[in-house]
Antibody, heavy 119, light 107 residues
Framework: QLQLQESGPGLVKPSETLSLTCTVS??????????WGWIRQPPGQGLEWIAN???????YYNPSLKSRVTISVDTSKNQFSLKLSSVTAADTAVYYC???????????WGQGTLVTVSS | DIQMTQSPSSLSASVGDRVTITCRAS??????LAWFQQRPGKAPKSLIY???SLQSGVPSKFSGSGSGTDFTLTISSLQPEDFTTYYC?????????FGQGTRLEIK
């Protein structure tokens, strides 16, 4: 059974960089049938797609965040990562990592991790 | 960006009822539409993909329909665990976008 697990600091200071890692188990991140990505949800609000990456390195970013976001993949560790720079309180959210079928839908989600931006 | 609009934003129903939630896309997305269920404090769970295909393991009480710009999620024989929030999502083009959510409440 595929599992995705987010990890990273739960508290980040304003203007700093948020860094999260998603570890994939029960399957290979080097699949030619899937994208890997990040989705976030501010407290009490809806879902916002952030970015996707293919194991070969092809990336897609939400234009609203593109200038601050970097997604990367480490196939040797079966992990992919998110960096979001210059964070503000508006970036406080539960961050989910997820698997997306190539040209298809999201079928697996991590449990999510709350990141709070505060001094 | 493709805007996804769900209606209603909230809905009251009784156990045993059948309900329908609507999702409208701002432009045609063929059948590249998914539905998710999210319980409080939990990650979303995939219910429907391709507008009408049931995700493996999801009970047949959930059904989806539509194509182009108008889509529906129907839940039959509501049980207490079904009263939570539902989201639609288009994956026709980047950026992937979600509806604002529909909260299903017990009457």
């Amino acid at each position: 059974q595929l599992q995705l697990q987010e990890s990273g600091p739960g508290l980040v200071k304003p203007s700093e960089t948020l860094s999260l890692t998603c570890t994939v188990s029960g399957g290979s991140i080097s699949s030619n049938s899937h994208f890997w990505g990040w989705i976030r949800q501010p407290p009490g609000q809806g879902l916002e797609w952030i970015a996707n990456i293919y194991y070969g390195g092809t990336t897609y970013y939400n234009p609203s965040l593109k200038s601050r976001v970097t997604i990367s993949v480490d196939t040797s560790k079966n992990q992919f990562s998110l960096k979001l720079s210059s964070v503000t309180a508006a970036d406080t959210a539960v961050y989910y990592c997820a698997r997306r079928i190539y040209s298809g839908h999201v079928d697996y989600w991590g449990q999510g991790t709350l990141v709070t931006v505060s001094s | 960006d493709i805007q996804m609009t769900q209606s209603p934003s909230s809905l009251s129903a009784s156990v045993g009822d059948r309900v329908t939630i609507t999702c409208r896309a701002s432009q045609g997305i063929s059948n590249y539409l998914a539905w998710f269920q999210q319980r409080p404090g939990k990650a979303p769970k995939s219910l429907i993909y391709g507008a009408s295909s049931l995700q493996s393991g999801v009970p047949s009480k959930f059904s989806g329909s539509g194509s182009g710009t108008d889509f529906t999620l129907t839940i039959s024989s509501l049980q207490p665990e079904d009263f939570t929030t539902y989201y639609c999502q288009q994956y026709y083009s980047y950026p992937i976008t979600f509806g604002q959510g529909t909260r299903l409440e017990i009457k």
